[in-house]
C-alpha cells in the first residue's frame, strides 16, 4: 500500500522508516503524551518496534492496529498520524496524534476529513469511533466539530498512568457522513 489518501496539501500513508524519528521525538513529549497509552519515555527502539509489528498487507484485518502518517504533501515532513484500530462488523476505532508545532492549526481535522470518507466509501465501514479522556477538550470539540456524536460516559472505567479516569466514546455511522460523490 503506496498511500491511503491524500488531497491537495495532506498526504495519509503507511508509516515509512525515514518517519520513525520524528514519531519517536513528539510522543516522547510529555504534552503529546498526557492523554495517550504511551508515556514521555518513548524512544526509537519503541518506534521501531511498533513499525515492525505493523504488517501493511493485513490492512482492515479485524483486531489489528495500524498507524497512518499525516505528510505535508509540498514538503513530505511527518506532521502527525492517526491510528486505526480496525473491529469485526466494518467498524473502526481511530485516534490521533500531532507533532507539537503541527497543532493548532486544524490538521487533525483536515487530515479526518480526508480519511472518513476514505474509510466508509472504499472500506465500507458501518461505524468508526474513538475514546478520549473527558480533560482532553480538543480532541472533544475536534470529534464534535466532525458531527461524532458522545454516545457514552464511562465513569473510572480506566486505570490510566496510576488513576482511574473516565472516558468518553463518540462515534459517527456511514449513513450520517455525507460522502463527496467524487469518491463513491
Given at each position: 500500500m503506496d498511500m491511503?489518501?491524500?488531497?491537495?496539501?495532506?498526504?495519509?500513508r503507511p508509516f515509512e522508516e525515514?518517519?520513525?524519528?520524528?514519531?519517536?521525538?513528539?510522543?516522547?513529549?510529555?504534552?503529546?503524551?498526557?492523554?495517550?497509552?504511551?508515556?514521555?519515555?518513548?524512544?526509537l527502539k519503541d518506534a521501531t518496534a511498533l513499525f515492525q509489528a505493523m504488517d501493511y498487507s493485513r490492512f482492515t484485518e479485524p483486531g489489528l492496529w495500524f498507524q497512518v502518517a499525516i505528510v505535508r504533501r509540498a514538503s513530505g515532513k511527518l506532521l502527525g498520524d492517526l491510528a486505526l484500530h480496525?473491529?469485526?462488523?466494518?467498524?473502526?476505532?481511530?485516534?490521533?496524534?500531532?507533532?507539537?508545532?503541527?497543532?493548532?492549526?486544524?490538521?487533525?481535522?483536515?487530515a479526518l476529513r480526508i480519511l472518513l470518507p476514505h474509510l466508509f466509501s472504499k472500506y465500507d465501514i458501518?461505524?468508526?469511533s474513538a475514546?478520549?479522556?473527558p480533560r482532553n477538550i480538543p480532541a472533544q470539540k475536534l470529534l464534535e466539530a466532525l458531527h461524532f456524536r458522545r454516545e457514552a460516559h464511562y465513569v473510572k472505567s480506566l486505570y490510566f498512568k496510576g488513576s482511574w479516569v473516565d472516558e468518553y466514546r463518540y462515534a459517527l455511522?456511514?449513513?450520517?457522513?455525507?460522502?463527496?460523490?467524487?469518491?463513491q
Amino acid at each position: 500500500m503506496d498511500m491511503l489518501c491524500a488531497d491537495d496539501t495532506l498526504l495519509l500513508r503507511p508509516f515509512e522508516e525515514s518517519d520513525l524519528k520524528a514519531f519517536a521525538r513528539y510522543r516522547a513529549n510529555p504534552e503529546v503524551a498526557r492523554f495517550q497509552s504511551w508515556d514521555e519515555n518513548y524512544t526509537l527502539k519503541d518506534a521501531t518496534a511498533l513499525f515492525q509489528a505493523m504488517d501493511y498487507s493485513r490492512f482492515t484485518e479485524p483486531g489489528l492496529w495500524f498507524q497512518v502518517a499525516i505528510v505535508r504533501r509540498a514538503s513530505g515532513k511527518l506532521l502527525g498520524d492517526l491510528a486505526l484500530h480496525f473491529l469485526p462488523q466494518q467498524q473502526v476505532e481511530i485516534g490521533f496524534t500531532l507533532a507539537p508545532e503541527s497543532q493548532h492549526q486544524g490538521l487533525a481535522r483536515h487530515a479526518l476529513r480526508i480519511l472518513l470518507p476514505h474509510l466508509f466509501s472504499k472500506y465500507d465501514i458501518h461505524r468508526v469511533s474513538a475514546l478520549t479522556d473527558p480533560r482532553n477538550i480538543p480532541a472533544q470539540k475536534l470529534l464534535e466539530a466532525l458531527h461524532f456524536r458522545r454516545e457514552a460516559h464511562y465513569v473510572k472505567s480506566l486505570y490510566f498512568k496510576g488513576s482511574w479516569v473516565d472516558e468518553y466514546r463518540y462515534a459517527l455511522l456511514r449513513e450520517e457522513f455525507l460522502i463527496p460523490e467524487s469518491i463513491q
